[in-house]
């Protein structure tokens, strides 16, 4: 499936031959003039690449990143290893999840609280009011100093796979939030929902500028908030773009247990199953169930379309799609029938966002998936195995896929299994079955 942003990239590549340039010279620099001239879509949707799967056909293909180097002016550059962007080791949220004891108790909040966090400010500013923030970073005192978007100052990098130094200049950054304490300054980089990988210039353009106005050490920190778990790392930066290691790494539950303790003989027994697989619905594409929850929590206004979806979970619109569908099939969104392209929350989904804590979101997100027929003769079958994922057959898998949903063939069958298996896997390490 062609997105809009492939579309837009595409003609710009062929009408300036871009290739070519780059190929010779290992980068071209674009203004935003001739990107909305000749893409015809908006420049800073074009350029907001923030994940490696966010962006377009073309850059994946041709191993490019894009980076904005002035007011209007971006650069795109050969990086063959992808060092523009920092990939999480697969076992990073597998990091034992610590359960924080808020200070100030967390229940005296009225205006706020860990079940209302809808979007990346309620998340920092909970962290913070609860002093997360302070435990992480071992200050005694932390001051909210900056937030918001300003103009950067000047200063040079070097491109990944190329000797170029390149000058930064006026360039739009934007910090979260900015805290300062007596050892540093911590800017943090805040985001609903796990990210795999994310481009280094989130943190690395507000690490450089903020360098260069104070003495204070400056401590970037990329600050994740998904169903209920806080996931904070903080990093430093070395003399190279692309030069970032972790020096530290946490996740808080904040005074509730993470993992959800269920009988599993009176949870089957008391839910009724759909043994009918909606053909109006395609079969789950989408495998982190935590997004999905995440989707159905900061589902709002200027959030209910795929495109929508995709740009404020950065990633791309075919992703969108097959989580909005997710949740569909999971009985939490439905289509808008008023509103072409747009999605609604359920009874079901609204009940989901009331939820006051984890354990509620989960209990329910694991009901409605063992309503469905393919779900629940898997999760028996993962009894049989021990509660043990890796020992899933995706063979195993697809034909039960195939038994309950006729249309799809082995090879398509197959491929949704990997789906069932990583929905099965969220199952054994949220989920304490007794």
């Known amino acids: ?51 490696l799967n966010s962006r377009p056909e073309i850059f994946k293909r ?22 523009s962007y920092f990939k999480y080791d697969s076992s990073f949220y597998g990091i034992p999840i610590e359960i924080y004891d808020p200070c100030p108790d967390s229940e005296i909040l009225e205006s706020l609280s860990i079940g209302s966090i809808s979007s990346e400010f309620q998340a920092i ?32 990098l070097h491109l990944p796979d190329n000797d170029k130094q390149i000058e930064v200049d006026g360039v739009q950054i934007e910090v979260d939030s900015g805290y300062e304490g007596n050892n540093g300054i911590y800017l943090i980089e805040a985001k609903i929902g796990k990210r795999d990988d994310f481009h280094i210039r989130q943190l ?9 106005k104070t003495d204070k050490p400056i401590i970037p920190i ?47 027994d008391s839910i009724v199953v759909d043994t009918s697989e909606s053909e109006s619905v ?62 609604a929350l359920t009874d079901l989904g609204k009940a989901m966002k009331r939820c006051s804590n984890r354990r509620c979101r989960n209990r329910q997100l694991l009901t409605q998936l063992l309503k469905r027929s393919s779900f629940r003769s898997t999760i028996l079958l993962v009894k049989r195995l021990g509660f043990n994922p890796t020992n899933i057959d995706l063979d195993d898998v697809a034909r039960i896929i195939r ?5 799809y063939n082995h ?3 197959r491929r949704r299994a990997s789906t069932v298996k990583s929905w099965m896997k969220w199952i054994c390490e949220n989920i304490r079955f007794e």
């Open 1 to 51: 499936m062609t997105t809009k942003g492939d579309e837009a990239w595409n003609k710009v590549f062929q009408s300036l031959n871009l290739l070519n340039t780059i190929e010779s010279e290992g980068f071209v620099q674009i203004s935003a003039t001739t990107l909305k001239e000749i893409g015809q879509r908006e420049p800073r949707l074009m350029a907001k690449q923030d994940t």
């Open 62 to 83: 041709q191993h490019l990143s894009i980076l904005p180097i002035k007011n209007g002016e971006y650069i795109i550059y050969r990086d063959n290893k992808g060092q």
């Open 282 to 343: 395609p079969f789950p594409q989408a495998n982190d169930l935590d997004k999905i929850i995440d989707i159905i929590t900061s589902f709002s206004e200027d959030l209910k379309t795929k495109e929508q979806i995709s740009e404020y979970f950065e990633f791309d619109e075919r992703q969108g799609d097959y989580y909005a569908n997710a949740a569909i099939y999971l009985g939490l969104l439905s289509r808008d029938t008023d509103n072409y392209g747009s999605f």
């Open 411 to 413: 090879t398509t069958s």
């Open 222 to 268: 990329f600050f994740v908030y998904s169903n209920g778990i806080f996931y904070l790392t903080k990093f430093r930066f070395g003399k190279d773009f692309g030069d970032l290691q972790i020096l530290e790494s946490r996740s808080f539950s904040i005074d509730e247990d993470p993992v959800l303790s269920v009988n599993f003989e009176e949870l089957m």
């Open 403 to 407: 038994d309950n949903s006729p249309r």
């Open 125 to 156: 500013d909970y962290a913070n009011l609860v002093s997360l923030l302070k435990t992480f970073t071992n200050e005694s005192q932390l001051y909210l100093t900056i937030r918001g978007k300003l103009r950067s100052g000047n200063f040079n």
């Open 204 to 212: 690395y353009y507000p690490w450089k500028d903020w360098s260069q």
